[in-house]
């Protein structure tokens, strides 16, 4: 099965500056790459995915950017915000899997 | 729109109890998920049903049964609740299969003494 990476575990920025976030995939046929964000008590919920077909997606502040030939993909927050502190998920799929791979999550504080 | 609403949100069991989870999703959606969440551990799939009908084995099973009632309803039922199964447990649903955003629910916090 599939088996996703995810570091670094912590991350302390000073807002305004950028936080990346990468992760790893082990399996070549995985083709769907989706990024969460779980706040304090929250829910996980979807901020960004990409697909194979697409090397860079950007939505405002986030981007995400994906490297099949190395089987790493990453998110990228700009100009960070106090309520950008939350737990990042990255995750992973093959198209013929019924289910998605988590990433053990990333902890990102923003510090004012 | 309620999307996928867990129930209880909170519970706490002895050792050797039984309980059941519910989740019930209003979006048409054809699969299903629990996972349970643990400090430093990420999520981790304990069944899913692809659609209606199917159930399949995840990551972390044993000790945990589930039942697909019908397209909106999925249930994780616990027959001997055990201490390492304390957790905060979460439903969510997707509209077919794991390359599709999946939608959790705000999730159950289970505490077993």
């Known amino acids: 099965g599939e088996n996703v990476e995810q570091h670094p575990s912590t991350l302390s920025v000073q807002e305004g500056d950028s936080a990346v976030i990468k992760c790893t995939y082990s399996?070549?046929?995985?083709?769907?790459f989706p990024w969460y964000k779980q706040e304090l008590g929250k829910r996980p919920q979807l901020i960004i995915d990409?697909?194979?077909?697409?090397g860079e997606k950007k939505d405002q502040r986030i981007a995400v950017t994906l490297n099949k030939t190395a089987k790493h993909f990453s998110l990228h927050i700009t100009e960070t915000q106090p309520e950008d502190s939350a737990v990042y998920f990255c995750?992973?799929?093959?198209?013929?899997?019924?289910?998605?791979?988590f990433g053990a999550g990333t902890t990102v504080t923003v510090r004012a | 729109n309620a999307g996928v609403t867990q129930t209880p949100k909170f519970q706490v069991l002895k050792t050797g109890q039984s309980m059941t989870l519910q989740c019930a999703q209003d979006m048409n959606h054809n699969s299903m998920y629990w996972y349970r969440q643990d400090p430093g551990m990420g999520l981790r799939l304990i069944y899913y049903s692809a659609s209606e009908g199917t159930t399949d084995k995840g990551e972390v099973p044993n000790g945990y049964n589930v039942s697909r009632l019908n397209k909106r309803e999925f249930s994780l039922r616990l027959e001997s609740a055990a201490p390492s199964q304390t957790s905060v447990y979460f439903c969510?649903?997707?509209?077919?299969?794991?390359?599709?955003?999946?939608?959790f629910g705000d999730g159950t916090r289970l505490s077993i003494l």
């Open positions: 399996d070549s046929a995985s083709n769907y």
């Open positions: 995750a992973a799929t093959p198209s013929n899997d019924y289910k998605l791979s």
């Open positions: 969510a649903s997707s509209i077919f299969g794991g390359n599709q955003p999946q939608h």
């Open positions: 990409i697909r194979s077909n697409v």
